[in-house]
């Protein structure tokens, strides 16, 4: 049987890994210097998903998300492409707020687990309106076994608010979405001020706080008509379809506005100047300290960017009691992407991308470079190309994308330069398997690597719409399936499906030790790290 050259799984491979790792770690303290202490060490497959949804969102590599808030006052869902007076950006901020608002600080029930996306929570009163279930379809394009359904509602929120005009907020991950609906507490406009303060301080706010989530939550969006009839009316405005009255003047803008408008007494806001007094709630809660807060947001635009940007952190970190959230992700600075070696008859060809992030200018030479087994340093002899660029929040951050293809390798360290400044540092090996069309795995294993379990997985959904996991065994066969001295072909037919994600994983024992390492790639770009030694 002759070889796929497209498949390679190989001790070799995987002393890349790990020196790497170890390269990694010892330049962790240049990390700090560069001002990234909290930025974690590649690989690892789960924050490296969270890393990229939060990070990657226009240009190259973009993620699925920021487009749906491009321009802010997009509203995907509008009739018939009208003008709905509704934007995306307002209504993945108030999911997030009522998803959260079920915490209970005494028991540690609740909070930000996308227990809001379960039809019996959108049906109570308090979460009266359709942008919850508008929001979670959307969102749902970024959700994988790496990224939880509430992960993914936390990364929507940070950049509505980052790229219409808010702060950065600082995200972490590890929510962990709920697998039944949440007791009711989401607070509603006819409460009176009592029961707002109650409700806040049983989600972990105090007063002041609950003053300032309120006008940081209503610098977006509006009141609608249709599931708030009794606070707003049909306007009847060809620009505002959906009868929408605004909080202020900017609704699809984080500004302080909303105080503003407030104090100098020109507000719209339906919540403050409704007919009905019943429903003015946030008349009462801005009000309730003698408007020292809301003046306060009124006089310093800063004041108000750097308090909603901690309060928005919270929200967000409000998780059910036992959940442990990540170290706040930051972006790397430099990150490899599909990194595949694929071996070619006796030789193995490098190929992938690496990010540098707002490090390599259009100015700057960017070289890969590797050590061989003696230790000896290479230049790999084709100068880079720049395969594109990646921006965050709004185009204030930019990283360069370089592409490194076809370089036949021979050494076990590899690491990148830009011009003077050394900071990149190497990506691992790579298995690449099967036709997609065909829905095979072809996968050669070292013979003395002793694996005990070789299997795919693939994401699904459990009867609640949580990502999980689906393994597929790939069986050790009954005769040998020599490739050539050094490895044997498993294999395992898949199915069609060609767009169909797995990881491929082994277990492999090492004495009495199993070890299983992995990594994730589409099947049509497995770039996988399979350590079989
Ligand atoms: C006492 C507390 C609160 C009450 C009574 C309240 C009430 C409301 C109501 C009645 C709407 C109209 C919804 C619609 O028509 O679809 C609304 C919209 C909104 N709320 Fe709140 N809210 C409160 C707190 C918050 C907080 C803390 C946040 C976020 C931090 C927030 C974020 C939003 C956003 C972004 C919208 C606009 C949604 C859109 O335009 O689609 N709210 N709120």
Redo the contacts with the bound molecule.
Sequence with gaps: MSVDPHVVLSAFICQILRNWVAKMLALGTLLVSLGTASAYIWPSPQLDALEALRWDQDGHRNQPFSIFIEPCSRDLFAPRGTPSG??DS??W??TA?HDMATYNVADGTGGMDASIRFTEEQARAEN??D?FAHTLSVLDGGVSRYVSIADALAIGTVMAIENCGGPEIAFRGGRIDAGEPNTPGV???Q?DLQQ?ID?FARQGFTQTEMIG??A???T?????HA??PD?VPELNDPNNTLS?THFDST?AQFDNNVATEYISGTTKNP?VVGTNDTTN?DKR?FSSDGNATMLSFANSPQLFASTCADL?AR?LDTVPRGVQLTEVITPLPVKPYSVQLVSVGEKLQLSGEVRFWNMATANRTVTLLYTDRLGASHILPTPLTASGTSSAIGGEVHSRVVRVQHHRVHGPHLWAEVDELRRGREGGGSGRGGSPIAGRFDVAVRTDANITRLFLQQDAHDSVNRPIIVETEIPRPAAPVAANTVYEIWSVDVGGGASVAYTLRAEIANGSENATASGQQSLLDLGNVLCAT
């Design positions: 509704r934007a307002a209504d901020i108030r707020y009266a309106g942008g607070p509603e406009p409460q707002h409700s989530l309120v940081c939550g209503h977006f969006g509006g009141v609608q599931p708030f606070i929408v609704f919540l709630s809660i928005f929200m």
